[in-house]
């Protein structure tokens, strides 16, 4: 039975920063950022945008009622959750209008977790191949004003149908995996912002992905001609290319141009989105889907998968006959373009303007926000999520 990636689409905030603006007012020579770490722009969520509204958001543009008729499952990663206990999954679940015969709950570790979803629920098909899953990846990505990680946050939510028969990709097996206890990146849970090692994380990243690619290599039997195209968990776009050239040392002219060419498809989205944790791979995914214009049906893709901590993946999907129809190009690029730019003066005011822990009922403005889901306030410590739709 072929299963996979059925549908996919991402959504971001309405707002974003020039990365160059950033550079200037920190005092930092634009092409750091812009050529250094790779990224052009960053998004910028408003406090009635959060994980749970992200990812609802991303799964509106996607779902018809027969997905809605048939998902029976919600798989929910996420590092930036809103509740302890209650899985982000059963807010997004009600948002959606989803069938209450499903299962709904929010896996975590770091950026990995997105994989770890499609992979679960690639074995609940296989069991019940009539089943659609929907797994969400959503994040918000701060690391703190004028830090280090600053230029990496984003914040964004790719969300995915996966079924048998799959229109956009089907997931092939075997794929390989390790986990490394590694304080690489990390956040208590008293921070609104994270821990990074950076130097390490990239170490510990790149030494995940050269140590996997071998392991696949050897299991399969395969080598850099058998892949298409390679596809990666991207904080910043600078961080894949590392890993990329890494295995390009001892390459042919023909397949490091091919990588490399695709690879700068690739991480379009991911330049001009920012770091959005562990829906990063998939949205560099869907770049390269929508922004290509060569790969042809039956191609091999590498997907390589990490999150910090560490926990990494490689695997393969196959591209399948007519998938560029299925995709949501246009709608992408014109919530892109529509998006605002804003000063580094109102970014760090909307970073600073978050909302207290416990202060008792909270009223947001909803209709500054053209999301169509978004965070109304809070009540009796409870989230008032409102979709605008229903």
């Known amino acids: 039975m072929k299963i996979g990636i059925d549908k996919i689409g991402f959504y971001t905030p309405a707002m974003y920063i020039d990365t160059g603006d950033l550079a200037e007012a920190r005092g930092v020579e634009p092409g750091k950022f812009k050529v250094g770490i790779g990224q052009e722009k960053m998004a910028v969520a408003p406090k009635t945008q959060d994980a749970v509204t992200l990812a609802a958001n991303a799964a509106l543009n996607i779902l018809t009622q027969a997905d809605i008729d048939a998902i029976d499952y919600v798989i929910f990663a996420t590092e930036t959750g809103v509740d302890h206990s209650k899985a982000a999954g059963i807010f997004a679940h009600e948002l959606l209008g989803l069938k209450k015969s499903a299962r709904s709950i929010e896996v975590k570790q770091a950026c990995y977790s997105a994989t770890a ?11 019940n191949p009539d089943s659609r899953v929907l797994v969400l990846a959503s994040d918000i990505s701060r690391y703190g004003l004028k830090t280090g990680g600053e230029i990496t946050q984003g914040a964004g939510a790719v969300a995915m149908v996966i079924a048998r028969d799959p229109k956009l990709l089907t997931i092939e097996s075997p794929s390989v995996y390790q986990t490394d206890d590694a304080m690489d990146f990390w956040r208590p849970l008293y921070s609104d912002t994270a821990h990074v090692q950076g ?34 968990h991207t904080p910043y776009t600078k961080m894949g290319l590392k890993a990329l050239q890494s295995v390009l040392e001892d390459a042919d002219e023909a397949d490091k141009k091919r990588l490399l060419d695709y690879y700068e498809v690739g991480k379009y989205y991911n330049a001009i989105v920012g770091n959005i944790y562990t829906g990063s791979l998939y949205l560099n995914l869907i770049s390269l889907l929508e922004q290509n214009q060569t790969l042809e ?8 998968s990490y999150g910090s901590g560490s926990v990494g993946e490689f695997f393969t999907g196959i591209l399948q006959p007519g998938y560029r129809d299925h995709l949501k190009k246009e709608y992408h690029e014109k919530l892109l373009e529509e998006r605002e730019q804003i000063s580094i003066e109102r970014y760090e005011a909307v970073f600073m303007d978050t909302i207290p822990n416990g202060v008792g009922d909270i009223e947001l403005d909803i209709e500054m926000d053209p999301a169509l889901i978004c965070l109304a306030g809070i009540k009796n410590h409870m989230r008032q999520y409102v979709n605008k739709q229903q």
């Open 117 to 127: 979803g499609l992979q679960i629920a690639k074995g609940h098909i296989a069991l």
């Open 199 to 232: 130097k390490f994380s990239v170490i510990q990243y790149i030494n995940f992905f050269k140590d996997l690619f071998a392991q696949y290599q050897e299991q399969t039997k395969t080598s850099l001609k058998d892949f298409e195209a390679l596809v990666f």
């Open 297 to 304: 049906a039956g191609a091999t893709v590498g997907l390589f």
